[in-house]
């Protein structure tokens, strides 16, 4: 899940919750909420990374980046069109995309995404 603006982080934190609960314990499935901060200015950089960290529960953290760079790249792969939208994308080992969306974790789309991970989960 990737979030591009402060107004996706709702979104991307409910994609996550409920990965959290059906995969968090997944050996087979990891995921992660990225917070894309290329964007924000540098001199506030800081502050901001500081308050998400401790925003973000402790048996949390493991699933949570800070990506500071390479936003161009990020938002070619997640066909980015919408800056306050979530953007969930499932990869294979080797970065292949296999399924992605964005905006809200509907449980419509919610179970687009369980149906794609089961799909590919014996491959």
């Not at 953007?87 to 080992?93: E, K």
């Not at 970065?95 to 491959?123: F, K, N, P």
């Amino acid at each position: 899940m990737i979030g591009f603006s402060h107004a996706s982080q709702n979104q991307v934190a409910s994609w996550g919750k409920r990965l959290a609960a059906d995969y968090g314990q997944s050996a087979e499935l990891q995921f992660f909420e990225i917070a894309m901060l290329q964007d924000a200015p540098r001199i506030l950089r800081g502050m901001i990374i500081k308050k998400m960290g401790s925003s973000v529960p402790q048996n949390e953290r493991s699933h949570f980046l800070r990506v500071t760079r390479d936003q161009a790249a990020w938002r070619q792969a997640v066909r980015y069109s919408k800056p306050d939208d979530a953007y969930v994308v499932l990869t294979a080992g080797d970065g292949q995309v296999l399924w992605h969306t964005e905006g809200e974790a509907s449980d419509a789309s919610y179970r687009a995404l369980q149906d794609a991970i089961a799909e590919h989960a014996h491959r």
